[in-house]
């Protein structure tokens, strides 16, 4: 059962425009929510996260907005770049042991033309 | 700085043999993971050592196993490799188990098993 679920495999977007990557979650004890972004044949890099005590977080370029009612997440990058095209992973932890641990979500492509 | 250091990057196994992945990191974590990536199936955690001297299963950890050699390795070993373990892995490592301050990966070990 997946608890962290990115809906969207893959993202087109025209550079300059904004992208909106999106992550759904199931589990109510998730409190701290990360966004990652993968090159090919690189690790995964942290890009920016939230605590469930904000609705939203910034940095540069990308905002996190958290809507803890409808359990829900999204990664705006404004403007897009073509430097931008990755895989983005979604990510959460819980408190209490193994909880602490991240859950990651399968990932979206995203895809910047110039 | 290396950060984390996977050896080897890349390697072809047959079915039945045994290898280990070996990981570093340098940063003075408490906490090291292993997780793979399978296409459509995003990062899933194979084993975790939330600090040295101890480990924890992950979602997917049958076909492995793990040692914490010290504060800085953490391996991983297959015992006889199977093609359903064919799949890219990355290690991990972070202060701590909450993730507050996210994990950092280093940079993969892609293993094919024929």
């Known amino acids: 059962d997946q608890q962290v679920k990115q809906n969207s495999p893959s993202l087109s977007v025209q550079e300059g425009r904004i992208s909106i990557l999106n992550c759904d979650y199931t589990?109510?004890?998730?409190?701290?929510f990360l966004w990652y972004k993968k090159y090919p044949a690189e690790g995964p890099t942290f890009l920016i996260s939230?605590?469930?005590?904000?609705d939203k977080n910034e940095d540069g370029r990308f905002t996190v907005f958290l809507n803890k009612s409808a359990k829900h997440l999204s990664l705006h990058i404004v403007p897009s770049q073509p430097g931008d095209s990755a895989v983005y992973f979604c990510?959460?932890?819980?408190?209490?042991?193994?909880?602490?641990?991240?859950?990651f979500g399968k990932g979206t492509k995203l895809s910047v033309k110039p | 700085n290396a950060g984390v250091t996977q050896t080897p990057k890349f390697q072809v196994l047959k079915t039945g043999q045994s290898m280990t992945l070996q990981c570093a990191q340098d940063?003075?974590?408490?906490?090291m993971y292993w997780y793979r990536q399978d296409p459509g199936m995003g990062l899933r955690l194979i084993y975790y050592?939330?600090?040295?001297?101890?480990?924890d299963k992950g979602e997917v950890p049958n076909g492995y196993n793990v040692s914490r050699l010290n504060k800085r390795e953490f391996s991983l070993r297959l015992e006889s490799a199977a093609p359903s373990q064919t799949s890219v892995y990355f290690c991990?490592?972070?202060?701590?188990?909450?993730?507050?301050?996210?994990?950092?990966f280093g940079s993969g070990t892609r293993l094919t098993v024929v």
């Open positions: 991990a490592s972070s202060e701590g188990g909450r993730g507050k301050l996210g994990y950092t």
């Open positions: 589990n109510s004890m998730f409190d701290y």
């Open positions: 939230i605590s469930s005590i904000k």
């Open positions: 990510a959460a932890s819980g408190v209490g042991g193994s909880q602490g641990n991240l859950i």
């Open positions: 940063m003075n974590h408490n906490s």
């Open positions: 050592s939330a600090s040295e001297g101890t480990t």
